[in-house]
T-cell receptor, first 116, second 110 residues
Framework: GAVVSQHPSRVICKSGTSVKIECRSLDFQATTMFWYRQFPKKSLMLMATSNEGSKATYEQGVEKDKFLINHASLTLSTLTVTSAHPEDSSFYIC????????????FGPGTRLTVL | EDQVTQSPEALRLQEGESSSLNCSYTVSGLRGLFWYRQDPGKGPEFLFTLYSAGEEKEKERLKATLTKKESFLHITAPKPEDSATYLCAVPNNAGNMLTFGGGTRLMVKP
């Protein structure tokens, strides 16, 4: 149980285009999901907290207009990288929070974004 | 502010050579300590949650222990497939946001 999926797993796009990444909790409902960014050989950096039915909370230094987050249902959150530039190339990982009991974050497999 | 420090940053072991990874933490009130395993190009995989000092949990060759200031991940007779980055994390007061350590990259040579 507690499976989180992400789609796509890899995406290559041209500079200036927008890219949408989906994060789904497959076998549980998650009122809270999180989006992380990870640079090579570094730990996870929290970008934003996504709450179902309300606006996302962004960490300091993360541009909310560039990284649009929507949490439309209890099993789906999306991250849209708008007007992507090469410096946005990174590994993006989502997690879904399973509340009650162990209160554990379960992570998706990640999405590798490359902006040319 | 919660702080989590992992050591060593990298650890090379021969197959069968047991060792331990350390996770030191400073929190206002511990609501649990999480261990994850991350393979290259993948998301972290949940391993254990520990809640109180003295607690231990095991999974195959891994055993996690917890004291009031640190946690250890003991790896007994590791195999090459245990090679990965191991992350520890503590939740915030609300219990839903994690502060991660920098991770320990474990490499097990056959």
């Amino acid at each position: 149980g507690a499976v989180v999926s992400q789609h796509p797993s890899r995406v290559i796009c041209k500079s200036g285009t927008s890219v949408k990444i989906e994060c789904r909790s497959l076998d549980f409902q998650a009122t809270t999901m999180f989006w992380y960014r990870q640079f090579p050989k570094k730990s996870l950096m929290l970008m934003a907290t996504s709450n179902e039915g309300s606006k996302a909370t962004y960490e300091q230094g993360v541009e909310k207009d560039k990284f649009l987050i929507n949490h439309a249902s209890l099993t789906l959150s999306t991250l849209t990288v708008t007007s992507a530039h090469p410096e946005d190339s990174s590994f993006y990982i989502c997690s879904a929070f399973l509340a009650g009991g162990t209160d554990t974050q379960y992570f998706g497999p990640g999405t590798r974004l490359t902006v040319l | 502010e919660d702080q989590v420090t992992q050591s060593p940053e990298a650890l090379r072991l021969q197959e069968g050579e047991s060792s331990s990874l350390n996770c030191s933490y400073t929190v206002s009130g511990l609501r649990g300590l999480f261990w994850y395993r991350q393979d290259p190009g993948k998301g972290p995989e949940f391993l254990f949650t520990l809640y109180s000092a003295g607690e231990e949990k095991e999974k195959e060759r891994l055993k996690a222990t917890l004291t009031k200031k640190e946690s250890f991940l003991h790896i007994t007779a590791p195999k090459p497939e245990d090679s990965a980055t191991y992350l520890c994390a503590v939740p915030n007061n609300a219990g839903n946001m994690l502060t991660f350590g920098g991770g320990t990259r474990l490499m097990v040579k056959p």
